[in-house]
C-alpha cells in the first residue's frame, strides 16, 4: 500500500504561524526592552550583566520580529495561530515581574525555550521545497534561543548561587511554562 504524501501547510496557515510568530517577538521585544532599561530591578552585582542580557535580547527580538515581517505572504490576510494567543496572559503576567532574578528566570526557564519549541513545532510542518526559506529561518531562531537560554541559565545560576529564592523563581517560571504549552 502506498503512503500518503505528507500534509503541507496552505499559504493561510503559513501566515497564521509567521502572524504568531511577528506578533510573539514584537511583544518580546518590548518586554525585555523594559526589563534592559528598569535600573531599580538591576540592583547588585549582578545587576549590569542582567541588563545587558535584556538589552541584547531585546535587539534579538526586534531583528527576528523584522525578519517574520519580510517572510509573511503579503497575498493572504492573516490572522495569528491559535496557539500564540495563550501567550497573552503570560506575557501580561510577566510585565508584572518586578525583580530582575524572577525575570531572567521566567525568560530562561519558560519564554525563550516555549519560543523555541514553537519554532520547532513549525518546523515539523514545513516541506522541505515549499518552504525551504522558512526551514531555514526557524533554524536560525531555535539556534539563537538556544544560545541565549544557556547564557540566561548561566547568568540565573551565577545570580542565584545558595539564594533561598532559587526555587521560588524556578517554580513560578515553570508555571508559566505549562501556561505555554497547554
Given amino acids: 500500500m502506498q503512503q500518503p504524501p505528507p500534509k503541507h501547510l496552505t499559504l493561510e496557515d503559513t501566515a497564521a504561524l509567521v502572524t504568531g510568530h511577528l506578533e510573539l517577538e514584537e511583544a518580546l521585544f518590548r518586554l525585555t526592552g523594559v526589563w534592559s532599561t528598569d535600573a531599580d530591578a538591576a540592583s547588585g552585582s549582578t545587576g549590569a550583566a542582567l541588563q545587558s542580557f535584556f538589552a541584547v535580547e531585546s535587539a534579538q527580538h526586534g531583528w527576528r520580529a523584522e525578519q517574520w515581517e519580510r517572510r509573511l505572504p503579503r497575498s493572504v490576510r492573516a490572522r495569528p495561530d491559535a496557539a500564540s494567543k495563550r501567550w497573552a496572559p503570560v506575557l501580561a503576567s510577566a510585565v508584572e515581574v518586578a525583580d530582575a532574578e524572577q525575570r531572567l ?54 545570580c542565584l548561587q545558595g539564594d533561598r529564592n532559587a526555587e521560588i523563581c524556578s517554580s513560578a517560571a515553570v508555571s508559566l511554562a505549562d501556561l505555554i504549552s497547554s
Fill in 105 to 158: 528566570a521566567l525568560w530562561s526557564i519558560a519564554l525563550g525555550p516555549a519560543l523555541a519549541e514553537r519554532y520547532r513545532a513549525h518546523l515539523a510542518l514545513c516541506a522541505d521545497a515549499a518552504d525551504r526559506g522558512v526551514l531555514r529561518w526557524l533554524s536560525i531562531c531555535v539556534a539563537d534561543l538556544q544560545r541565549a537560554t544557556l547564557e540566561a541559565l548561566g547568568l540565573l545560576g551565577e
